[in-house]
Structure formats: structure tokens, C-alpha cells
């Protein structure tokens, strides 16, 4: 991830700090060593070595099945593993089965190696190690080379801040020059058409994206925070912020000796003690994203300015640490996102159920302590400030960290959405999703709200190939036709609040946003802007219907 705030990062200070912290995790080591391993941990593994390791752990365990993911922009397989005890053949082999499945993805940013590491020796430790078995109640499903396009440009020219490897780390995009994890919503590559996929078909309960940082200075080599748009399930929410970051923060001291702060930056490095603030909400973000899906999600982020060993002990001490906590609590996991699933098709019902468009960031309930430095502040003149870390530790307690994205405008939450011109493109992203979509079979005059844009606003820089769309403008409640084949998308459905955030005009990360409908925005002669062709439904009329497709959904 970029930082959120510019700081100027000098070479790092900090080698060698955490030793006395920092106790390798022991590991049982039978079966093939990674790259990383092999070379003292100079090097990462390219995709052939990738590859032949997982050859090597089906060779010798029966446990693991291998799926394709999804084949990369350059033609590379996109190995999924499918661990358990026995491996289950397909989702459907797991009904009636109690066992919960669990996702970790690594490498998605090709330059951000140490999770592709440590995801292997997990799998190998699962299959082969000694270490205490989650089989019995978990099945793990693994992609430990999610980005195999950027990680094969391996050059010691990538990420020249990070302290190693020294054989150099691959790029962040993938093969069509795009950033996997700003995906979440358009679905424009393969990589995560694959990953959502893997979310319908295997419906995880848990996932985790694994990343390295490049920002604030601190003592702490391991970060992560929790699916965090607010139109996820608030029961998740607040179990992620109040059981798990203390839960994980405990565990990964006491029993794997890493220390771990939430995932961020110091708002102003030269003041850290004025807060402490994460990502946006945005689900772009594929850890948004998942959490927008009503499932516990994780953004792992390791600190780049420590060594390559102690950032791949330390993911892999995060993934046991959360592989301890969900097979413990696997119960109580499972009955939260059922119940999570059961909050989201009873939505938009009650008037007072509102979809959030915008948020600002307020603090969460517990400050944080994060172990930084003392900084030296250089005046540069015009105002600008440069903030170095000295080698002077400082503890920063009570710092407020502003994960709590809340809402600064809403709508009413809709019961669902009618979509008068029958995009194909509209159409095959909902489908993507695992949304499930009808169309109309009779025609039908019906009440609706419907959306005048009055501004309408295109980006003035580049994002992702896209100038992402703005609109502003108002509902009104109209009397209107709709013709048979117009789809119709109900918010009675799990991903009902993703179907929302997908299809509201003014959501900061929807279809509007990503040029889906800009066609039918903007006029070819005139200035007036369109109408917005999807209607909203507020109370849910006859209407005779059809699923679309196969209606899997989930
Ligand atoms: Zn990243």
C-alpha cells in the first residue's frame, strides 16, 4: 500500500532494533524448503519455483488439492491450494460438514514477497510439519502467488526503501499494468474475477490479503486491520475492532514474540501522538471488499524497514496466530457471518435503514501504543516540513486511530433496483459478483425514485486507465414504464449491500464511479446530464419475474 501521508523516507534506521523482540516461530521442518529458506533469505521464489513446491506437497501429502484460480493477463496459472482433512472435492462436498473455510492470499502487489514466503511454509507446515493440525475444523484454502505477472519482473530496482531480499522483489501490477487491490469493484482482471470466484464458490469465512507497507516509522514488524466499510455487517465490525485486535495483538506477543500494531500512519510524522489512520473505506480495497460481503476480513501489512527473515516469520506468525483463533472459535465465526447474512436480507425494510455514501474518519473506541522514534523535523520553507525518524525509540501512547469510517451522507436503503438500459457490461459485472439479478418478465408501471444528475464530473488524472465519474443530483419519486427484460436487483440478498454500493449514482466506489454508465450520462449534444437509468424501489411492487443465468449467487 502507498503511504496516506507523504513523509520523506531516508535509508531505513531500524536494522537490528528488534532482535531482542523478535523470537524466530520454531518450525518443525520436514518436506521442501521455500527460496527464501534455500537462500538464507536472499531471495524470493519466481513462479516456476512456486510451482514446483506445490508439485512437491501434493507428491507427498494426500491433503492438498490444487485448483486454477485463474490464468494471468501473461498466461501464468494461478494456483489455488485446497487444504483439509480429507481435501474436499468441491464446495459441495463440504454440505454438512461442519468444517469453516478459510482464504490467504499473498503477492497480490508482486514487490510484497514475504506472504508468497510464508504462505508456503504454512502449507507445507499443514501438510508435513509437526505443528498442531486446524484440519479437523478448518479447511484453508491458499494463493500464495496472486499476482505471478508482477512477481516475475523481479529486479533489485523494486522497492529500493525495503530492507531486502537482496536478489530484488517483483512490481506491484499485474500484466495488464493494473493494481490488483483497487479491483475490488470494476472486476477488470483476471486475478480477482478468479479470487471472487473462489469467494462464491467456497464462501470463506475468513480472508486475508497480505502486503508489505512503505510508511511511518515504528518498532512493530507486523500490521493488519479489518474489512472497513461501513456498510458492512456492524456486527462484524465491531467484533473485528473489539475481539480481534485485542485477541491478535495478545497472541502474537505471548505466543509467537512479534509485536503488532493495526495497520496505518501517523497522520502528521512530526506529531505522531495526533493519530494514527488506516486505509480508506473504499471497496476497491479487496479487504473492504470482503468485508463489504459480510465476511471477516484482514489487510496484512508487514513493515518494510526490517529484514526480509524477520518480515516472512512474522506473516507467517500472523496466519497461525489467526489459524489458532478461528479454529479455537470456530462456532462463534461461523454463527456471526450466518447471522451477518441473516441482518443483510432483512435490510431496507425499516425506513430509517440507510446506505452510507461518504464517511470521515473518528477514532475507534481503545487508543493505540505504538513504539516509533523520536523524529527530527527540517523546516524546507513554503510551509513543507520533512519528518525523519532518529534512532531515538519513543513510545507514542494514546494515539486516537481513526479506523472508524462514519457516515457523512447517506440515503435510504433501498428494497431494490431497477436498471432501464440493460447494460451488457452492467450486467456481467453483477453476475461477476455473485449477484443475484432478474429481469422482468411482463412490463409493469411502477412508483420508484429516480435520479436527476445535475453535476457530472470526470476526473482530471487517470486512475487505473479510468477518469472515474462523479455525479451529483437528487431522487424524486416518479411514476415510470418499465418494459419486459428491464433487471431488476433486490437488496434482499446476501451481497445486497454490495449490489448497493455497486449501483447508488452517488457511492464513492460504484459502476458510476468506474465509467459504466457514462454513455447514458452524458448527452452527445447539449450540457443537461441524463437521467441515471437505474431506478430505486422503496417498497417492492407485483412485479413477474425471471433469474438471469444461473442464478448461483450464493
Ligand atoms: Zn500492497
Given at each position: ?9 531516508s ?83 463440504l ?27 504454512l ?136 509485536l ?83 441482518r443483510?436480507?432483512a ?8 446506505f ?23 523546516e524546507?520553507?513554503?510551509g ?5 525518524p ?37 450486467l ?78 452517488e457511492?464513492?466506489?460504484?459502476l ?12 452527445q ?30
Amino acid at each position: 500500500m502507498p503511504p496516506q501521508v507523504s513523509i520523506a523516507i531516508s535509508r531505513p534506521l531500524l536494522l537490528g532494533t528488534l532482535a531482542s523482540v523478535i523470537a524466530p516461530a520454531s518450525l518443525a521442518q520436514t518436506g521442501p524448503l521455500t527460496t527464501a529458506e534455500r537462500s538464507a533469505f536472499t531471495a524470493t521464489s519466481r513462479h516456476a519455483d512456486v510451482m514446483a513446491f506445490i508439485a512437491e506437497l501434493q507428491r507427498l501429502s494426500t491433503k492438498v488439492r490444487v485448483e486454477l484460480m485463474a490464468t494471468s493477463p501473461e498466461g501464468r496459472a494461478i494456483p489455488l491450494l485446497v487444504i483439509g482433512d480429507p481435501a474436499p472435492a468441491s464446495p459441495a462436498a463440504l454440505r454438512g460438514d461442519d468444517r469453516a473455510v478459510v482464504y490467504l492470499q499473498a503477492n497480490i502487489h508482486g514487490g510484497e514477497v514475504e506472504g508468497k514466503e510464508a504462505a508456503q511454509m504454512l502449507a507445507r507446515d499443514l501438510l508435513l510439519g509437526g505443528t498442531p493440525t486446524y484440519l479437523d475444523r478448518l479447511v484453508i484454502l491458499i494463493a500464495p502467488n496472486f499476482n505471478p505477472d508482477g512477481n516475475e519482473r523481479i529486479s533489485a530496482a523494486n522497492r529500493t526503501n525495503q530492507v531486502g531480499p537482496g536478489g530484488g522483489v517483483g512490481e506491484r501490477y499485474n500484466g495488464q499494468n493494473l493494481d490488483l487491490n483497487r479491483d475490488g469493484m470494476k472486476l477488470e482482471t483476471p486475478e480477482v474475477r478468479g479470487l471472487v470466484r473462489v469467494l462464491n464458490r467456497w464462501d470463506p469465512a475468513f480472508f486475508l490479503d497480505s502486503h508489505t507497507h512503505n510508511g511511518s516509522y515504528h518498532q512493530e514488524p507486523v500490521t493488519w486491520v479489518w474489512g472497513l466499510n461501513p456498510n458492512g455487517d456492524a456486527g462484524i465490525l465491531s467484533f473485528m475492532e473489539d475481539v480481534m485486535l485485542p485477541e491478535v495483538e495478545r497472541r502474537m506477543r505471548e505466543t509467537y514474540g512479534t509485536l503488532t500494531i493495526p495497520h496505518g500512519d501517523f497522520v502528521d510524522p512530526a506529531d505522531p501522538a495526533r493519530g494514527w489512520v488506516p486505509l480508506g473505506p473504499e471497496p476497491r480495497y479487496l479487504s473492504n471488499y470482503v468485508g463489504l460481503r459480510n465476511r471477516l476480513s484482514v489487510l496484512n501489512e508487514q513493515y518494510p524497514y526490517v529484514d526480509f527473515e524477520t518480515r516472512v516469520r512474522g506473516a507467517y506468525s500472523l496466519f497461525r496466530t489467526f489459524l489458532d483463533y478461528l479454529y479455537e472459535h470456530r462456532d462463534e465465526v461461523v454463527r456471526l457471518v450466518r447471522d451477518a447474512d441473516r441482518r443483510a436480507l432483512a435490510r431496507g425494510t425499516a425506513a430509517t435503514d440507510a446506505f452510507v455514501l461518504a464517511t470521515e474518519a473518528r477514532p475507534i473506541a481503545t487508543p493505540l501504543t505504538i513504539r516509533g522514534y523520536e523524529m527530527e523535523i527540517t523546516e524546507l520553507g513554503n510551509g513543507r516540513r520533512r519528518a525523519r525518524p532518529t534512532e531515538r525509540t519513543r513510545t507514542y501512547g494514546d494515539v486516537p486511530y481513526l479506523a472508524r469510517w462514519t457516515p457523512a451522507k447517506s440515503v435510504r436503503y433501498p428494497r431494490g433496483y431497477l436498471i432501464a438500459a440493460p447494460d451488457p457490461a452492467v450486467l456481467d459485472n453483477l453476475l461477476a459478483h455473485g449477484i443475484t439479478v432478474e429481469h422482468l418478465v411482463e412490463p409493469a408501471t411502477v412508483p420508484v425514485e429516480g435520479f436527476t444528475v445535475t453535476e457530472l464530473t470526470g476526473a482530471r488524472r487517470s486512475n487505473q486507465g479510468h477518469y472515474t465519474t462523479t455525479v451529483t443530483g437528487a431522487y424524486g419519486t416518479v411514476a415510470r414504464d418499465f418494459p419486459a427484460g428491464t433487471l431488476l436487483v433486490r437488496t434482499a440478498q446476501v451481497l445486497g449491500p454490495l449490489a448497493a454500493a455497486l449501483l447508488e449514482p452517488e457511492s464513492d466506489d460504484g459502476l458510476v464511479t468506474w465509467n459504466f454508465f457514462d454513455r447514458y450520462l452524458a448527452a452527445q449534444w447539449g450540457n443537461q446530464p441524463q437521467p441515471y437509468p437505474v431506478y430505486r424501489l422503496l417498497e417492492m411492487p407485483y412485479l413477474v419475474t425471471e433469474t438471469v443465468g444461473d442464478g448461483s449467487g450464493r
